[in-house]
């Protein structure tokens, strides 16, 4: 499991274009699995435990509105960054990326996410 998930984090960090910080976390805990982030002042642990709050939201509505959907990602959109929260199949983690707008193309990076995250997915 630790291998898996070194190799994810050594895939996003090297190949995903203005690469910050990833989190793996489980949702039912809001506790990191493991976490990396190439900017010290930016905690990834404590990022992704604020942002549990916001999947939490999410599948409140999707309940309150009676739909029968799950969540595949929240994209959240900030000046110079952005944060992606990609649910995993099952729902049981998710994980949280954070990008620099300026240098990551949208598509690339969520293509690249999902591409890595298959053997997460087996694992967890």
Do not use: C, R
Not at 82 to 89: K, L, R, T
Not at 95 to 111: D, F, M, Q
Request: hydrophobic share 45%.
């Amino acid at each position: 499991m630790n291998e898996i998930l070194n190799d994810f984090i050594e895939n996003l960090k090297t190949n995903v274009p203005g690469f910050i910080a990833v989190s793996i976390t489980d949702v039912s805990s809001g506790e990191a699995y493991d976490s990396f982030t190439k900017d010290e002042s930016f905690d990834p642990n404590l990022a992704s435990a604020y942002n549990l709050e916001v999947v939490k939201a999410k599948l409140k509505a999707i309940d309150a509105l009676a739909l029968n959907e799950e969540i595949n990602d929240i994209t959240i959109t900030l000046t110079s960054q952005v944060h992606i929260i990609n649910i995993a199949p099952s729902g049981t983690y998710f994980v949280y990326l954070a990008v620099n707008s300026k240098e990551a193309n949208l598509g690339i990076t969520k293509a690249l996410l999902n591409k890595y995250k298959v053997e997460l997915n087996k694992a967890l």
